[in-house]
């Protein structure tokens, strides 16, 4: 594996500063609602992937599994926004690149 593609499976995964409840709550926090899917009553969940490099920064950000080209875009946004993350991933006692899916949700109320 070159060592710009990040891995699939590490000793430990990346850790957001404040755990996964404070990575949830900072996309919720985040996430604006697009206004032309809001108008079609557009809901659905996109997969996004990104890499959390070795220094905890966030890159390589793709659509896994889109719903509507207004939501993809939106979570593609929101993910570019993170703050790097607190820890790396980590294998073999170094700090590496690790692929991270996130499922972001949007729903109408």
Same mark, same amino acid.
């Given at each position: 594996?070159?060592?710009?593609?990040?891995?699939?499976?590490? #000793?430990?995964?990346? %850790?957001? @500063? /404040?755990? *996964?409840?404070? !990575?949830?709550?900072?996309?919720? $926090?985040?996430?604006?609602?697009?206004?032309?899917?809001?108008?079609?009553?557009?809901?659905?969940?996109?997969?996004?992937?990104?890499?959390?490099?070795?220094?905890?920064?966030? #890159?390589?950000?793709? %659509?896994? @599994? /889109?719903? *509507?080209?207004? !939501?993809?875009?939106?979570?593609? $946004?929101?993910?570019?926004?993170?703050?790097?993350?607190?820890?790396?991933?980590?294998?073999?006692?170094?700090?590496?690149?690790?692929?991270?899916?996130?499922?972001?949700?949007?729903?109408?109320?």
């Amino acid at each position: 594996t070159g060592s710009d593609t990040p891995f699939e499976v590490v #000793d430990e995964m990346p %850790v957001f @500063k /404040g755990g *996964d409840t404070a !990575l949830i709550n900072y996309i919720r $926090r985040n996430t604006k609602y697009p206004e032309p899917a809001k108008l079609k009553g557009i809901q659905g969940k996109v997969m996004v992937r990104f890499a959390v490099e070795a220094d905890g920064s966030i #890159d390589k950000i793709s %659509v896994l @599994k /889109g719903v *509507d080209p207004d !939501l993809d875009k939106e979570a593609l $946004r929101v993910v570019g926004t993170m703050p790097t993350f607190e820890k790396p991933g980590i294998k073999d006692g170094k700090a590496v690149s690790v692929w991270y899916s996130l499922p972001i949700n949007f729903a109408l109320k």
